[in-house]
């Protein structure tokens, strides 16, 4: 009698033109921490969407507790006592916490003897309860709505307690989290682990790993590359094994000096649609071969700063100067022409129009201009594939077969990131802002795109970068601004900061201006 | 004005069982712009079975009247399945689906009326003719003042209608399927994970939603008419999706909206009698509950908010 929970025996999953999962096997031991590690597209998901009954395998087969079983829905895995916080949330907005972790299963009483009603007094109750037991703080009658995400992930993880799961399947659960966030999601795990739950969790972030992970399996390409000890092993060992090549994540930047100034911003201050004020007196500015990193914790006027520079947010004072112009009362497509580009976070709702074409989504910043457009208003869609065949070639977007003309929506994260950052640059302004440019994305493609801005930076542009991971921000940033509530706590050379202290500015601890 | 509050009430509650109905299809992710086809194919099947059993063996008509409701119940549901096997198995649009499916029901029951009476019972007719909905005076608390009006004269329909929408806002906010059916409506894909079946629910909101409206159509039928035409078709159907998208998809507070537009109707009716309006006029002031939608809607569209996944295709594989 071995003490494996699941021992998954050569999975292999086919699907029309790809191979998913190439005969794997793993096992995962009662009470452990077991990593799933591997880039997007490596066939994680789907692995554990077959163990979830969400696929069925092409073949091999699943034995849990020893015993083989056929997992062929939710419902069977439910039964299996497997449960699964997937990556998207699946959770009914205008319904109670309680309503949502009870759904399929709800308690019933019976009104009158006769008319059966879902007890909701008596799940809030067994809510709350269970909630108090794992140290998952949620107000039961809270509307989804109204909830926070990390309270949304907590109450995913509650839907599977309520269900009795001894195996929690956690699919990237860290990629919507704030740091802090983080920290207590891990905590949360590990005190899962140690009440007895087994539990797998899928990710491409090695830290994470290390912190929390027993063991960890990587794939690559749908192949099981490795199971390793993680205590015996280090990040550089998983993360080459991941990407199937050495990585370097030491950035190359010359000692160049600055040059004359970009972008100037001086003052401004921003209100949100309540009023409340989310900029306060902010004043930077950003030279050329220069990269100033903003740092701050989620939600402290890091965005407002972009989107006040690009034009999406009115400042109520202050002035914003780029190239010695003000710009503060141009619309937005004049403030690209005078030379910013604006690399957004939401790459889905603003950076791309998903169900569009590669080629024209390349082509947004310029299609209104010839050749892309003739003198009478025709679009030219030969030239909109000529430059974007180029751009794919220069940028290594990896798309389908069917090139410029693929539907972005089918591609990785990371492709679509790199088509931005491609567009982007190609028209070759003085500024650019990357706000958050790696964000869900894996090691390979992050190593792409912080060589990209780098080089960028030795060429001579100005770049603002905002970003949420500091790991980010030290490796990338010659100036640090550290931005709390709104206002600038600091501003210094990259040298003289250490992960530390920048923290603390970050918590608004100390303030130097 | 007791006079309007006896009509307006004869208007209002078919009004808002069909409104029901609507808020079951849609609060489980279905568009319904077909509740105009599903009234008045119910209306047609209630009057079928009136004048198949009238003609066949004399029953007695107040059983008749009960079982005329019963079918077209059963008629509304059976046409509804046409839409669930449009909508759910083909995943066809669903608005040119309900469009599709009112034109149809339009010239279908136009064409059976006059294919039937003809084959069946010999006469030529575009028309089933029904009975008098029999009416009722509750002792006593019909003598409140104003208040007792809602009591008076009232066609019994209205309170088997009462007790059917009572039911209904019980199994829509009060059971599992009620709770289930709602998700659906929000988020398919957490009932899934639930491992429930999104589409069986779907199809028997859709059924619900067909079974209500003929409920609805007959009632109107009745009261309007007193017998099942092409006439039928008035819009009854688009009025009851103003009264719930007005009503906020909300049981509550779709009644009320339903209250406000029968209201307006017999308002209207009494302002052309009282005026001694002259006939032109009074097809003008009959668009006042249709003006006065348009106004509501304008006012109230902004703060409501429809089920977050109303119209979208139910995909297992998107995520």
Redesign the interface.
Known sequence: MNNNFVELKNISKVFPNIVANDDVSIEVKQGEIYAILGENGAGKSTLMSILFGLYEPTSGSIYIKGEKVKIT???DA?KLHIGMV???F??????SVA??II????P?KK?FGI????DIENANKDVALLSKKYHLDVNPTDLIQDVAVSTRQRVEILKMLYRNAELLIFDEPTAVLTPQEIESLLDIIKSLRDSGKTIIIITHKLDEIKKIADRCAILRKGKLIDVLDVAKSTTKEMASLMVGHDISLQIKKDDKPFGETVLDVEKINTFNKDGVQTLKDVSFSVKKGQILAVAGVSGNGQVEIADAIAGLLKTSSGSILLNGKNINNLSIRERLEEGISYIPEDRHNVGLLLDFTLSENLCLKQYYKEPYCSKHGVLNFKKFDEISNILIDNYDIRCGEEKAKTIVRSMSGGNQQKAIIAREIHSNSDLIIFVQPTRGLDVGAIEIIHKRIAELRNAGKAILLISLELDEIMSLADTILVIYGGEVQTIKDAKDLTKERVGEYMMGVHKSC | MNNIIIESMAFTLPLFIIAIGGIFCEGSGVINLALEGLLGMGAFFGGLIVAAFTSTFIDSQSTLVYISLFSAMVGGALFAMLYALIVLKFQANQVISGVVINMLSVSLTAFLTNQLNISLFNQSSNKFMLFVFPRVTVPFISKIPVLGAFFTDVYVFEFIIVVVASFMA?LLY???FG??L??CG??P????????NVTRIRFIAILISGAMSGLGGICFAYSISTNFSPSIYVGYGYLAIAAYIFGNWKISNTLLACLIFGFARSIGYFMIQKLSLPSSYSDLVLTFPYVLTLILLLFFSKSN?AP?ALGEIYDKGK?
């Open positions: 829905s939710p419902l439910n997937h990556q998207h699946k959770l009914v907005d205008n319904q309503e949502n759904l399929g299963i709800e019933i009104k008319f059966p009603k879902v | 019980y009060k059971t599992p709770m289930r709602r998700a929000d988020n894909h957490s009932v899934a994970a639930a491992g429930k908010r977050r995520r």
